[in-house]
């Protein structure tokens, strides 16, 4: 990776960190996120649990982000055991939108290896 492009993907990963924490919404409540493509974090208690990118889909951040919620991502079947309702017991999220589909890779990445979601490496 290039130098200016480390500093892109280390501004971009400032940016992520000072966007709006939100809640994951209750039932019959909308889940507040945007349908372009991004990267997002996933906490509970301030303790990351997750973080990824959206790859393809439509709908971006929202289609990604209302997998977990509903139970249709590899995240929400290995670590919450299938139920992504959970998600909805205190959790929360907060994301960037990102278009170029490297950036979203390499920024990921970098979140993934400073943040270090609590999953990672335990096997659940």
């Known amino acids: 990776m ?5 500093q892109k993907i ?6 992520l960190c000072q ?4 809640q994951f919404p209750q039932e019959h409540k909308k889940l507040q996120a945007t349908t372009k493509p991004g990267v997002y974090v996933i906490r509970k208690k301030n303790i ?3 973080v990824g ?3 393809r889909g439509k709908k971006g951040l929202f289609q990604r982000l209302n997998n977990h919620l509903h139970g249709s991502s590899s995240f929400t079947n290995e670590y919450l055991k299938g ?3 959970i998600l909805r ?19 990921e990445a970098y979140a ?3 943040l270090c979601p609590k999953h990672i490496g335990l096997g659940e």
């Open 2 to 6: 290039m130098a200016s492009e480390k």
């Open 10 to 15: 280390e501004k971009l990963f400032t940016s």
């Open 19 to 22: 966007q709006p924490i939100l």
């Open 48 to 50: 990351v649990r997750h």
């Open 53 to 55: 990118r959206t790859h």
């Open 83 to 85: 139920n992504g309702a």
């Open 89 to 107: 017991k205190g959790y929360t999220y907060q994301f960037l939108v990102v278009k170029n589909a490297r950036l979203r890779a390499l920024l």
């Open 112 to 114: 993934i290896g400073t």
